[in-house]
């Protein structure tokens, strides 16, 4: 597995936004798919949103309307735009991108929490 480097991570008052970028540094990165995913604590790890190499995207129930997920593939680069934040949208989220032959890359992690 290759790594992948997360930003964008914070404190923010609910209602605030928020937007994540993950990152590859060196050679181009094919994208065969990229999705977030989140794990609050004392939770099991869920997915945020998918997106497919042609552009299609999946979003979890929670995530509709309030986060986008998207992608720079000049500078190997993912992003998640989360709006109108929650409290219950604290966790730590985590990208991941299925990559040249079908290598898998995955951030480190990085924190969000909402207060209220």
């Known amino acids: 597995q290759g790594t992948l480097v997360e930003s964008g991570g914070g404190l923010v008052q609910a209602g605030g936004s928020l937007r994540l970028s993950c990152s590859k540094s060196g050679s181009q990165l094919i994208f065969n798919y990229a999705d977030w995913y989140r794990q609050a604590p004392g939770k099991q790890r869920e997915l945020v949103a998918f997106?497919?190499?042609?552009?299609?995207?999946n979003y979890a129930d929670f995530a509709k309307g309030r986060f986008a997920i998207s992608r720079d593939t000049t500078i190997n680069t993912v992003y998640l735009q989360m709006n109108s934040l929650k409290p219950e949208d604290t966790a730590t989220y985590y990208c991941h991108i299925n990559g040249n032959f079908g290598r898998d890359y995955w951030g480190q992690g990085t924190q969000v929490t909402i207060s209220s």
């Open positions: 997106l497919g190499s042609s552009g299609r995207v």
